[in-house]
T-cell receptor
Framework: DSGVTQTPKHLITATGQRVTLRCSPR?????VYWYQQSLDQGLQFLIQ???????AKGNILERFSAQQFPDLHSELNLSSLELGDSALYFCASSAGNRGRVEKLFFGSGTQLSVL | AQSVTQLDSQVPVFEEAPVELRCNYSSSVSVYLFWYVQYPNQGLQLLLK??????LVKGINGFEAEFNKSQTSFHLRKPSVHISDTAEYFCAVGSSGSARQLTFGSGTQLTVLP
């Protein structure tokens, strides 16, 4: 158990809808990362938050947004969903120390199916 | 249920020496295997993956890995490392089952010394 909790584990929805994925980081970790995993593309970095503020942005679509709350949990919001958004979405957390390689701890992922 | 064990949390090695980062997995169904690398201050990126076919998989930056079903291993190798290979490396296993979960190992910190 990594200590990172993601809910829900599975989500089935229709095109055009909006969903929210939730992540609780490991106790004491200040950084949260969101990744999208598809079998053919591997893991794509979406966005990173540190102590409530955006720190780094990757290949995140404009239809997607995220935030980190004062209690450090994070939510990833996906709107105007398309079939191609079906994927496994991962959250990871780390202590958040700059200038060094941080050990990441991954949640088990949320499987999103857009029908 | 599936799990991944990366046997070494830290691997120091001298520049131009060969390196092997070990990864063992357990799963009750067919698996897909991945190696990811995280460079300082960057997100993860895919090094290589095994989905099916040849058990020897070649990836980016001169890395390769061999899928060994009998030993349930997917060790990552490079014949000659560079300073720039210093990073954290993650092994991950995904299953072909309906849950389609991906499980990551705890990571191996590779430090290449001059």
């Amino acid at each position: 158990d990594s200590g990172v909790t993601q809910t829900p584990k599975h989500l089935i929805t229709a095109t055009g809808q909006r969903v929210t994925l939730r992540c609780s980081p490991r106790s004491g970790d200040l950084s949260v990362y969101w990744y999208q995993q598809s079998l053919d593309q591997g893991l794509q970095f979406l966005i990173q938050y540190y102590n409530g503020e955006e720190r780094a942005k990757g290949n995140i679509l404009e239809r997607f947004s995220a935030q980190q709350f004062p209690d450090l949990h994070s939510e990833l919001n996906l709107s105007s969903l398309e079939l191609g958004d079906s994927a496994l979405y991962f959250c990871a957390s780390s202590a958040g120390n700059r200038g060094r390689v941080e050990k990441l701890f991954f949640g088990s992922g949320t499987q999103l199916s857009v029908l | 249920a599936q799990s991944v064990t990366q046997l070494d949390s830290q691997v120091p090695v001298f520049e131009e020496a060969p390196v092997e980062l070990r990864c063992n997995y357990s799963s009750s169904v067919s698996v897909y295997l991945f190696w990811y690398v995280q460079y300082p201050n960057q997100g993860l990126q895919l090094l290589l993956k095994y989905l099916s076919g040849s058990t020897l998989v070649k990836g980016i930056n001169g890395f390769e890995a061999e899928f060994n079903k009998s030993q349930t291993s997917f060790h990552l190798r490079k014949p000659s490392v560079h300073i720039s290979d210093t990073a954290e490396y993650f092994c991950a296993v995904g299953s072909s089952g309906s849950a389609r979960q991906l499980t990551f190992g705890s990571g191996t910190q590779l430090t290449v010394l001059p």
